[in-house]
């Protein structure tokens, strides 16, 4: 897997989803947007390797995800460990959060991304 340009497609899918974000999204891109977080650029919806990241930070390529109840199903788990498995082989770490995690304790799921941004930058 390389780190190529994305599709058309894949763009325009991901300007969809930024159209239409869920809950969880719109509540931890209030505190990613605008370098809000210790001045790390965040983007929504990112498109990358085939994938679209729902936050990805490309100077420390540490992706984050928000996932819902679809994200429990068996085959889904599957998909996103390969997933995830196919962002590491080129450098990309991905951290997963639960909706119900950002919505009920942000500040939780924040501290836990800003330890990842830091331990992530100092490799």
């Given at each position: 897997?390389?780190?190529?340009s994305p599709s058309s497609s894949l763009i325009e899918q991901s300007?969809?989803?930024?159209?239409?974000?869920?809950?969880?999204?719109?509540?931890?891109?209030?505190?990613?947007?605008?370098?809000?977080?210790?001045?790390?650029?965040?983007?929504?919806?990112?498109?990358?390797?085939?994938?679209?990241?729902?936050?990805?930070?490309?100077?420390?390529?540490?992706?984050?995800?928000?996932?819902?109840?679809?994200?429990?199903?068996q085959e889904q788990i599957a998909?996103?460990?390969?997933?995830?498995?196919?962002?590491?082989?080129?450098?990309?770490?991905?951290?997963?959060?639960?909706?119900?995690?950002?919505?009920?304790?942000?500040?939780?799921?924040?501290?836990?991304?800003?330890?990842?941004?830091?331990?992530?930058?100092?490799?």
């Amino acid at each position: 897997m390389t780190d190529s340009s994305p599709s058309s497609s894949l763009i325009e899918q991901s300007r969809e989803f930024r159209k239409n974000p869920t809950e969880a999204e719109t509540i931890l891109w209030e505190h990613l947007r605008n370098r809000r977080l210790e001045n790390y650029k965040i983007r929504r919806q990112h498109p990358i390797c085939g994938y679209i990241l729902d936050f990805y930070c490309q100077e420390i390529r540490l992706g984050i995800e928000v996932d819902g109840e679809v994200h429990q199903t068996q085959e889904q788990i599957a998909y996103d460990n390969q997933r995830s498995i196919d962002l590491s082989e080129i450098g990309i770490k991905v951290i997963r959060f639960r909706n119900s995690e950002v919505i009920r304790s942000v500040d939780e799921v924040l501290q836990q991304i800003l330890l990842s941004l830091e331990c992530k930058s100092k490799q």
